[in-house]
């Protein structure tokens, strides 16, 4: 039975992304996930997620391709939601498309 603890710290899951196991590497995958955990986790191993793209397993290149989907997903929000914030619309207002487009009408006159 495969040692689960030692995805929990840092240098665990560097270790279990370069393991030989592919169970392992897909779990430190999941666990690299910025769709379940920390954008910032993903930066830090997305050199490693980039690696296991052309992974021997297709199991593994087809988590690893997830996870650089998502991060993607995650980087476009926040690119709009800075630009939001620079037009000073808030994502969380309920009318936040009839906003957006009365100021981008009155921006464009």
Known sequence: MPDHSRLE???????????????TR?????RVCPCGGSFAVYERYMDEV???????????RKVAVHVEEDAGHIEMMLARLDVAEEHGVRFGDRTFTGNWRSRRAREHR
């Open 9 to 23: 710290s840092p240098d665990g899951l560097l270790e279990a992304l370069r393991s030989p196991d592919v169970d």
């Open 26 to 30: 897909i779990r430190a995958l999941h």
């Open 50 to 60: 980039r690696r296991l793209r052309k992974d021997p397993s297709p199991r593994v």
